[in-house]
């Protein structure tokens, strides 16, 4: 990691920037298309994660009644 003297990591900076600039343009260009990507992909990753929450516990529980009965 490229640290500037201040201590602010260059390289995450300038990648974020990049982004941000084409994500700009991008919603210049498809403004709905863009909104329903972004919406798609957020409701993706919020499925995944309760789904990988709902396993964990149900595992957990197992684990724990075994131990604990």
């Not at 201040?6 to 900076?13: E, H, L, M, Q, T």
């Not at 994500?23 to 499925?47: H, R």
């Amino acid at each position: 990691m490229f640290l500037n003297k201040n201590g602010a990591p260059v390289n995450a900076i300038l990648t974020a920037t990049f982004f941000s600039y084409i994500a700009v343009i991008m919603n210049y260009v498809s403004p709905d298309k863009v909104f329903m990507f972004l919406l798609s992909s957020c409701s993706a990753i919020t499925l995944i994660l309760y789904l990988i929450i709902a396993f964990s516990q149900l595992r957990m529980r197992r684990k724990i009644e075994k131990e604990n009965p």
